[in-house]
């Protein structure tokens, strides 16, 4: 349905142009799950970004790649029918309910205003079908609460709100960019509960970015791992958390806390996560790899697609053989 | 025992202004500004030097005349020479709103991190009597200080300063409550660091940004008062020069003689420029390097 | 033309570099005139009242002739001529004055014109409190004598009441409407020209032409409106953008209103620029440190500063005034530093002195003070300058007594004796230091008493020869010329010597 | 919201009180009083004590002030020293005159300033921001009444296009009235323009980066409404908040420009009474406008209310 | 052998919100909470957001005014203490913040940071100060060249070990760390922990280790102290309360940590329904009530006492001692369809 293809993406800041996206590759399928995780600063954001063309224009370039959705290059749609997909084929959430709803209009009135904007209709009619939308993510007394202000929400029913709002036009493709990483564990889970019956009830795919590696084994169906703005990893849930192909991948699992020992370090991965202005040349994990041999800092190391329908960024993929969750 | 040595040392006057400096000198319009205050700095300092008369000495036989080459910008009422008197004129004008902002800041500045630090009952009280300050036009209030005490430039900038320091109170002290916020004030609490140590080390450089910008600004509105005030004549006391003065001389002269206006004028405009561009320049300077500080 | 560049350096002037001292105003023109027309006037300063005992300033009177007629009326050369009374003797070897008063003249309000009105309005203005209490403190009782006839008795003399009865003091009200407060705000018996018809303090006063005047040719146009602007220069616009018919000019103004083609005349008056000094401050209580700031100060500077509008002059009055002496020039006293030092080595004070000049504070009176300020700096004395509102200013000097010396704009009084008072006369308002001379005390009683002009000239000039060998303050700088700019339809509008604003007769051109 | 309104009146009325305390004190406490310039211009010892007694200026300072008080807050303000006037009616002639140029001022700053900051704040960096910026920074820096005289010169005297002088009302000639007070007010009004241009660029541009707009383009929102409704109400509270401290500072400029413009209104009054010591006019001037400003504060403070719910909630 | 070293009995914390013209609304963020911690020992601290967590490290070292209650550290009652003798007492017990950016004065350098406690209660000369702040940099794996830049030109993980260096300058006993590694990476965070963990060993450091994230919690506490609405409602050693949880809202937190193996995906997960009440408004009788799945009547009559547990530690719920009456049983003994039937 959706498919990102070698996307790379330069940013202008006080060093110049530096390149926050190189070749970012994947595919969403129709009612599927990708999970998108990474470390702070991976490019997570910035590619959910680019798909709806959100990426603030004035600093950043497109140098490559294209992002495909039924049949059209979102990259290089006409703005006007971009808007006509935003909020209402492919829709988003994100990561703060905190700041990401307008303080100055209820939550209502900002539910509604995306199905006006695309199914048009009287503002009574969209206000109805907002406390419906509420309704459907679990607020209680909708009708009533549609005249509330986000201020009067908590965290977590912003966080419903903003799906409600997301799904209001029932779109195909649903991107979710950390909608729980600022909320509680019990309602984090709430609300990966909710978007897995959406998922089921209205078929939508999701594309679910996450840095907590324990959500991605929640819900993904497919995970694409990345760092430094690179996908090193693609694969179907069940086979990564088994036997990752990169040790970057390797590195993540294993320091999960909860496979950690007590009494014991915890284990973790050397070093810190590059900045986009000072990327190492080859593989850009090499530095902080503890499988690097020589040839990782010659040459980029494609994204190689492997037997199985998985893809790795590595270049001893095919000797390494690496540990998954126990 | 050799000493290591400690280039450090230096280093930490470099660091973080050198950031800022940096930002600032890629910011053009603020380092325009930046020079510009500095040549009107130094030419209205070095009046002295510079200037080809005394700005006192009378010549009513040359009165009034354009530019000529014994007198470049031309000659007053009385004939005295215009480019000495905007040079001395200078001095007075910018070191009236100099006190008018130094007196500003002695009252708002500590009283500021005073309400916003202390909070409860001095916060309340001195806000209140911020609010009553703001009440009056700083304009009206000014004249009728004046009008009460006597006209002069001194007294003028003294009320005009008192007026300005409700101003700045407010702003120091919303920036105060903003820093007092901050998480490494309440570690500095959790060390055991005592309140003024709190006061002189944490919150007062962390308002200094604020402080910078509102002076530039102030400055700015401040010359523009002075002009005002002595325009009215309550201003600077003749013979003294000062741009208003000047240009309110010129005023009386503006039908027979436009360009005396003109250059008081503009060194009115160029003056108040150069602190708008430096406020700005410095505002988005600190801005910036507050924001990378938030990540 | 009054551009600086012409001007003689030093201190010679020539007649080239100054403008005409005495131009006309555009006559009347009986036969095109436009009597529906208004006239506007614009001035720099409101009045306080309509009300000619409430009235706190002599400016103000400009506001009140149009409404209210005096006894007698000094003409543009500052003679007397007759209004409301047609007549006038002195009699009583001096000392009184009786009118022969006009009939047929109604108040606005209806009460009639009489002498019984008369005598209530004369004995109203000497009343305690009232703002002409003063000029008519010599009057001992008012009589009626008949319909139509009042005699005045004074005490030294009556001959100054012909010039009073001219001013505030000789303006008729109706005793109708005597203790109505409103009238300040409102006359409505007045007995002039014109009634007021729209007043909005300090900004404009409304004049609408009463019917049957008694003197149908000195009313012309069908309204007057006086608009008040303190800014010189929002005066000039407004007559330069036709949104006012006249105003006057100070001198930087000038050559912009001829250049913008307005009609400018102008005449010498009696107003002039002094230095009144404090005598209980030393060393202005030696006569030789007064002569030395006589000689100090470079007069002909001062007139080329006001761009020719300000005659030098030492004496209280300009030459060509009957109370004065022709002999005392400026000539009398010619700038020289030097000579100045020497006096000031007779005075006591070889190394100059310092003392703060008060003055007011606008432009036109601080750049003369920087002049003077500059020319004393040459004989060693030091002189500060300190403007100030006007009303501080009087109380600075007139009342506290706190002040040194004080610049000021010496208006023309209603008669000579006025203005010898308040300088020369102990108690003198404008004597704060008592000075006193008794040949001047003398001559000044002998003036009053004075039958006919010509005597009280001949005792003037003698007065003013003695103030002159005393070096009396105030220290007269110069006499001023004020122009007058209107738009050329503007007609009859005359300069008066004494430097008051009136428009008897003014008319419009069709 | 009402409720709020209340209490905000009410917390008005002890600052009030404050207010025409120091009011009263500032001018009442002057050393030497006005009778001099009322005397005439020959006065006695005797006449001056007469005019001080009939100006109840013998009275002890605090009799003096509550007598005031009280009589003030029954709408009378006491007649004039100068022309004997009631000091409310003289306040009450003047002010649509400097409320109608305060207002036009305000306007010609919404219209231009709020168009200048959104034209800057919409394509940060570009020629248009730049440009916009250039002219707000020298509009700040110019003396408006300096503008006002080279505009009358230029447009008036040259041209002849607009009276130089005056008022005429709005009732009376709504086009006179704005030919009348266009000059002093775009003059005025320059200041405020650069002032609520940076405003609105600095807080427009802020709220742009906020989430919630990219949460509404993310809705597919066109720039129209994007900006009309989620960017502006947000932005709204710092320019609105500078829109107060114009008026106010606005106020203090007619005091200079209505007397190059001869305008009869509250400024030109003020400079009037100030130079001619009329007490009662001072002081009634300062304690109206110091009400008006504390109501120009209000409105501001409760806007807050309409443009932010969150803060009308506490 | 208990080497008590902090002693907290009966805190509570009371928050008022003063409004002119308003009733004055209070909030007891902590309401008389009580635990104890030993030398060298590390409580961990778990619970919701706004559940008290934080205010309770803050209260243990009155950094806000303690409602009633006793403090005691290293034998030193805190309660009374004020002013210069409080600011004394602080040498022995310091804090690590959650936010690695803001803890940092943004205008002084890392070695004036550092240096701060130092000057501050050994008023040791500047020199001295910047020699000690530099081992300590190296303690905590920074490099000494680092000790002259601004925070600024760090990242969240070297900001934080800055921050543990200035806590651990003093050598103290005690250290507060509010979601010390909540805002870091994972494995930047386990770095973090490792020193931390370092630390504690070396210094017999005993913290207060207060986190939502349960399974860091697990790894570096030796007890655990679950906290709801401002109360403590279930504590004791790690491993007795993750494996067998006695309170029902414990079970519900333990059960929300997602589960990193896709073999196991969660269909054991209890979902609380609904949000943490206002604080300002909290149910009556037991807090918890209103999402808990075995709400009875007496729940919303009395807050249940604190009993004590088969395994160690104590909980407060009426399913210890009404009802079905665990009496120290863990929850697991019991299914929701029994206590239904009870
Ligand atoms: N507006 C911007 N200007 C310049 N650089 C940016 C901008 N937005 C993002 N970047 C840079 O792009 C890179 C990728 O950022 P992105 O926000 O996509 O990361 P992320 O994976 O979403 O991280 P997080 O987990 O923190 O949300 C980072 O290095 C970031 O600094
Ligand atoms: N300074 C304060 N003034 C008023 N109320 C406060 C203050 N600090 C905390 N509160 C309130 O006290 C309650 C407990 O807050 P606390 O910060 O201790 O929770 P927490 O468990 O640390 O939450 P989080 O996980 O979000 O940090 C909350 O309802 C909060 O709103
Ligand atoms: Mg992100
Ligand atoms: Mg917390």
Redesign the interface.
């Known amino acids: 349905m959706l498919s990102i293809e070698d996307l790379r993406i330069d940013f202008a800041t006080d060093r110049g142009w530096v390149n926050v996206l190189n070749g970012v590759s994947f595919d969403v399928g129709k009612n599927e799950i990708v999970v998108l995780v990474g470390?702070?600063g991976s490019g997570k954001t910035v590619t959910s970004?680019s798909v709806?063309g959100?990426v603030p224009r004035?600093h950043s370039r497109k140098t490559s790649g294209h992002i495909w959705y039924d049949g059209k290059d979102l990259t290089e749609l006409p703005i006007g029918e971009l808007?006509?997909?935003?909020?209402?084929e492919i829709?988003?959430i994100?990561q703060?309910p905190m700041?990401?709803?307008?303080?100055?209009?209820t939550v209502g009135d900002?539910i509604a205003?995306?199905y006006r904007?695309?199914r048009g209709g009287k503002k009574k009619a969209a206000l109805a079908r907002a406390a419906e939308m509420l309704d459907l993510v679990g607020i209680?007394n909708a009708g009533a609460r549609v005249r509330d202000?986000p201020?009067?929400f908590?965290?977590?029913?912003r966080q419903r709100a903003?799906i409600a709002?997301a799904l209001i036009c029932e779109p195909r493709l649903l991107i979710a960019d950390e909608p729980t990483t600022a909320l509680?564990?019990?309602?984090?889970?709430?609300i990966?509960?909710l978007l897995i019956r959406l998922r089921d009830e209205t078929g939508c795919g999701i594309l679910f970015i996450t840095?907590?590696?324990?959500?991605v084994?929640?819900l993904a169906d497919k995970v694409v791992v990345m760092y430094a703005g690179e996908v090193v990893e693609t694969s179907l849930?069940?086979d990564l958390?088994?036997q990752p192909k990169h040790p970057y991948t390797e590195?993540?699992?294993s320091?999960?806390?909860?496979?950690?020992v007590?009494g014991q370090?915890?284990?973790?991965?050397p070093g810190?996560?590059p900045e986009p202005w000072s990327m190492p040349s080859g593989c850009r994990f090499s530095p902080r790899c503890s499988h690097a041999v020589e040839e990782c800092g010659k040459a980029a190391i494609p994204l190689r697609v492997l037997d199985d329908g998985r893809a790795c960024r590595c270049c001893r993929s095919g000797d390494l053989a690496l540990g998954g969750?126990? | 025992m050799p000493r290591p040595k400690e280039p450090a040392v230096r280093r930490k006057r470099a660091g973080r202004f050198a950031q800022l400096a940096r930002r600032f000198a890629g910011n053009k319009p603020a380092v325009a500004g930046g020079i510009l205050l500095f040549v009107i700095l130094v030419v209205t300092m070095g009046a002295p030097l510079f200037a080809p008369y005394t700005p006192e000495q009378i010549n009513i036989a040359d009165r009034l005349s354009g530019p000529t080459p014994a007198h470049w910008l031309g000659t007053d009422a009385l004939g005295r020479d215009t480019l000495s008197r905007l040079l001395f004129g200078g001095q007075i004008s910018l070191a009236a709103s100099a006190l008018s902002v130094a007196i500003a800041t002695l009252i708002g500045l500590p009283l500021g991190i005073l309400a916003g630090y202390v909070g409860r009952g001095p916060d309340w009280l001195l806000n209140r009597a911020s609010d009553i300050l703001m009440t009056f036009p700083a304009l009206v209030l000014t004249i009728a200080i004046i009008a009460v005490v006597g006209p002069g430039l001194t007294t003028a900038m003294i009320s005009l300063g008192i007026v300005y320091s409700a101003r700045l109170f407010r702003v120091i002290r919303s920036a105060t409550l903003v820093v007092r916020q901050e998480v490494y004030i309440e570690a500095s609490i959790s060390i055991g660091t005592a309140n003024h140590t709190i006061l002189w080390r944490r919150i007062l450089p962390n308002v200094l940004p604020t402080l910078l910008i509102q002076v530039s600004f102030l400055l700015a509105s401040a010359l523009l008062a002075e002009v005002t005030i002595s325009l009215l004549g309550l201003g600077a006391l003749p013979p003294t020069a000062s741009w208003g003065s000047m240009l309110g001389q010129a005023f009386a002269e503006i039908r027979g003689t436009p360009s005396l206006a003109v250059f008081p004028g503009i060194a009115i405009a160029l003056a108040t420029l150069s602190f708008n561009l430096v406020g700005d320049g410095l505002r988005d300077s600190f801005g910036r390097a507050t924001r990378k500080a938030e990540g | 033309s009054g551009k600086p560049g012409d001007l003689n350096p030093g201190s010679t002037s020539t007649a080239a570099g100054q403008p005409a001292q005495n131009v006309a105003c555009p006559p009347t023109d009986k036969g095109a005139i436009d009597k529906n027309a208004t006239f506007t006037w614009m001035y720099s300063v409101a009045n306080t009242s309509f009300d000619p005992d409430k009235v706190t300033t002599s400016n103000s009177w400009m506001y009140l002739f149009p409404v209210y007629d005096t006894l007698t009326r000094l003409n543009a050369n500052g003679e007397p001529e007759a209004m409301l009374a047609k007549k006038w003797e002195v009699g009583d070897g001096g000392k009184t004055l009786t009118l022969d008063l006009i009939e047929n003249w109604k108040y606005h309000d209806g009460t009639p014109f009489d002498a019984k009105s008369v005598k209530a309005n004369l004995d109203r203005h000497r009343a305690k409190g009232s703002f002409n209490e003063q000029a008519l403190s010599d009057v001992k009782k008012v009589d009626v004598s008949g319909d139509s006839t009042v005699k005045i008795t004074t005490g030294h003399g009556a001959a100054p009441l012909i010039s009073i009865l001219a001013s505030s003091a000789g303006m008729m009200m109706s005793p109708a409407v005597f203790d109505d407060p409103k009238q300040a705000n409102m006359p409505t018996g007045g007995s002039g020209a014109f009634k007021v018809t729209g007043y909005d303090p300090a900004t404009k006063v409304e004049y609408t032409a009463v019917k049957d005047y008694w003197d149908p040719d000195a009313l012309n146009v069908a309204k007057m409106i006086f608009l008040i602007s303190s800014s010189d220069n929002a005066r000039l616009n407004a007559v330069m953008t036709g949104q006012a018919d006249a105003t006057f000019l100070r001198s930087a103004m000038y050559q912009p209103a001829k250049d913008g083609g307005l009609v400018v005349c102008q005449k010498p008056s009696l107003a002039s620029f002094t230095i009144a000094l404090n005598t209980t401050h030393a060393p202005f209580d030696k006569k030789e440190a007064r002569e030395a700031l006589n000689y100090a100060i470079d007069r002909k500077s001062i007139n080329q500063l006001m761009q020719g509008f300000c005659q030098p002059g030492i004496q209280m009055f300009p030459t060509s005034y009957y109370a004065s002496d022709p002999d005392l020039t400026a000539e009398k006293y010619p700038y020289d530093p030097a000579k100045a030092r020497e006096l000031l080595k007779a005075a006591g004070v070889p190394s100059g002195f310092e003392f703060t000049l008060e003055t007011d504070n606008l432009e036109s009176y601080t750049s003369v003070a920087e002049l003077i300020q500059a020319n004393l700096q040459q004989a060693g004395i030091k002189m500060k300058i300190q403007p100030v509102e006007l009303p501080k200013l009087m109380e600075n000097f007139s009342v506290n007594k706190t002040a040194d010396a004080v610049m000021v704009q010496q208006k023309a009084d209603a008669d000579p004796s006025i203005q010898i008072a308040a300088f020369y006369l102990k108690n003198g308002f404008s004597n704060p230091g008592n000075y006193t001379n008794a040949k001047v005390v003398e001559l000044d009683a002998e003036a009053k008493a004075a039958q006919s002009k010509e005597e009280r000239a001949a005792v003037y000039k003698k007065l003013f020869q003695e103030a002159y060998a005393d070096a009396a303050p105030p220290v007269t700088l110069c006499h001023l010329n004020t122009p007058l700019a209107m738009n050329a339809k503007v007609q009859g509008v005359e300069v008066y010597v004494d430097g008051s604003r009136q428009f008897r007769g003014v008319a419009i051109k069709k | 919201m009402l409720r709020l309104l209340g209490t905000r009146l009410l917390t008005m009325v002890p600052l009030l009180l404050v207010v025409s305390f120091l009011i009263y004190g500032l001018i009442a406490l002057v050393p030497g009083g006005p009778e001099t310039a009322l005397a005439g211009s020959n006065p006695t010892p005797e006449k001056l004590a007469m005019v001080r007694e009939q100006l109840g200026l013998n009275e002890p300072f605090l009799v003096q002030y509550w007598n005031w008080f009280t009589a003030a807050v029954q709408g009378d303000l006491g007649n004039s020293f100068v022309n004997g006037q009631s000091v409310w009616s003289a306040i009450a002639g003047g002010f649509p005159v400097t409320l109608s140029l305060v207002a036009l001022t305000l306007l010609i700053a919404a219209v231009l300033g709020l168009g200048l900051g959104l034209a800057a704040a919409l394509r940060p960096g570009s020629w248009i921001d730049r440009t916009a910026t250039i002219i707000a920074s020298l509009f700040m820096s110019l003396p408006y009444f300096w503008v006002g005289m080279m505009l009358v010169l230029v447009f008036a005297i040259d041209l002849r296009i607009l009276p130089a002088i005056g008022y005429v009302s709005f009732a009376q000639s709504p086009t006179d009235w704005f030919l009348h007070l266009i000059t002093p007010a775009f003059a005025l009004a320059i200041v405020p323009v650069a002032v609520v241009a940076r405003q609105t660029r600095a807080a427009v541009t802020g709220v742009m980066t906020e989430d919630y707009v990219r949460t509404a383009e993310a809705k597919g929102l066109r720039p129209i409404r994007l900006v009309g409704k989620h960017v502006l109400k947000n932005a709204a509270v710092p320019v609105v908040t500078a829109f107060g401290v114009e008026a106010n500072r606005l106020i203090g400029a007619t005091v200079v420009m209505e007397q190059l413009f001869a305008l009869p209104g509250v400024g030109k009054l003020t400079y009037f009474s100030v130079f001619s010591r009329d007490f009662p006019m001072v002081q009634g001037i300062l304690l109206i406008t110091a009400i008006l400003i504390m109501f120009v504060n209000l409105a501001v403070d409760l806007s807050y209310g309409y443009f932010n719910p969150k803060i009308k909630a506490t | 052998m208990s080497d008590r070293l902090v002693e907290v009995r009966d805190v509570s914390v009371v928050f008022h919100k003063k409004a002119l013209f308003k009733k004055t609304r209070s909030v007891e963020a902590v309401k008389s909470v009580s635990f104890g911690i030993d030398r060298g020992e590390t409580l961990g601290l778990v619970g919701e957001s706004g559940s008290g967590k934080s205010t309770t490290g803050r209260a243990v070292l009155k950094l806000v005014p303690v409602a009633s209650g006793d403090i005691t550290v290293g034998g030193q009652n805190l309660t009374d203490l004020n002013g210069r003798a409080l600011r004394k007492a602080r040498r022995r017990m310091q804090m690590v913040f959650q936010d690695p950016y803001s803890s940092l004065d943004p205008s002084a350098t890392v070695a004036a940071s550092i240096s701060e406690p130092l000057m501050v209660h050994d008023h040791v000369s500047a020199r001295a100060a910047r020699a000690r702040a530099l081992e300590l940099i190296e303690l905590v794996g920074l490099r000494a060249s680092h000790a002259d830049r601004y925070p600024y030109e760090f990242s969240g993980g070297q900001r934080q070990r800055i921050a543990i260096a200035r806590a651990i300058a003093l050598n103290p006993d005690f250290i507060v760390c509010d979601e010390a590694v909540s805002a870091l990476d994972v494995s930047t965070q386990n770095q973090v922990i490792n020193l931390l963990e370092r630390l504690r060993t070396e210094f017999d450091l005993a913290y207060l280790f207060i986190a939502h994230d349960l399974a860091i919690v697990r790894h570096i506490s030796h007890r655990v102290a679950v906290m709801y609405l401002g109360r403590i409602v279930e504590s004791g050693p790690a491993e007795r309360v993750y494996n067998e949880p006695a309170h029902p809202y414990t079970q519900a937190l333990l059960s929300a940590i997602p589960n990193p193996s896709p073999h196991r995906r969660a269909d054991r997960r209890i979902v609380l329904a609904g949000e943490v009440p206002d604080p300002a408004r909290p149910p009556s009788g037991c807090p918890f009530r209103t999402r808990c799945a075995f709400a009875m009547d007496i729940c919303a009559e009395r807050m249940p006492e604190h009993t004590a547990i088969n395994g160690g530690g104590e909980v407060a719920c009426h399913l210890q001692t009404s009802g079905p009456e665990l009496s120290g049983a863990p929850l697991g003994d019991l299914t929701a369809a029994a206590i239904r039937r009870a």
């Open positions: 470390e702070s970004l709806l959100l004035a808007r006509d997909i935003r909020g209402n829709s988003m994100f703060e700041t990401s709803l307008n303080p100055a209009f900002q205003e995306a904007r695309h209680p202000y201020h009067e908590s965290g977590g029913m903003m709002m509680d564990v019990t309602v984090q889970a709430q990966v509960e840095h907590d590696l324990g959500v084994a929640e849930a069940r958390y088994i590195g993540l699992l320091a999960m806390p909860q496979q950690g007590r370090e915890l284990p973790t991965i810190r996560t969750v126990r």
